[in-house]
């Protein structure tokens, strides 16, 4: 079993700048794809990042690129997003996600909320 922990979400004004980890524990998989997922109020749940095992892919979403960065840090078992130029549209629960073989696994989750 995998247990993912997400933290850093919070408020921030629009321009402003985040920065998202995820924590991956437990039996993780050697190889294994991690990424972001956000779902706002009434919306189904979209994904953000994507990155890689050895972290040398990343695909993101069109509504994202240029804005943030997806890496991670295989030695600590954590993925980060940073969000810059936030927007009050980015407002969600950003979610991390890790994918291995037939395998998901899900945080809980990290609220992000944008103001103008």
């Known amino acids: 079993q995998v247990q993912l922990v997400e933290s850093g979400g919070g408020l921030a004004q629009a321009g402003g700048s985040l920065r998202l980890s995820c924590v991956a524990s437990?039996?993780?998989?050697?190889?294994?794809?991690m990424g972001w997922y956000r779902q706002a109020p009434g919306k189904q749940r979209e994904s953000v990042a994507v990155?890689?095992?050895?972290?040398?892919?990343?695909t993101y979403a069109d509504f994202v690129k240029g804005r943030f960065t997806i890496s991670r840090d295989s030695a600590k078992n954590t993925v980060y997003l940073q969000m810059n130029s936030l927007k009050p549209e980015d407002t969600a629960v950003y979610y991390c996600?890790?994918?291995?073989?037939?395998?998901?696994?899900w945080g809980q989750g990290t609220q992000v909320t944008v103001s103008l």
């Open positions: 437990g039996s993780i998989p050697s190889f294994n794809a």
């Open positions: 990155i890689s095992s050895s972290g040398g892919i990343k």
């Open positions: 996600k890790l994918t291995s073989d037939s395998r998901t696994y």
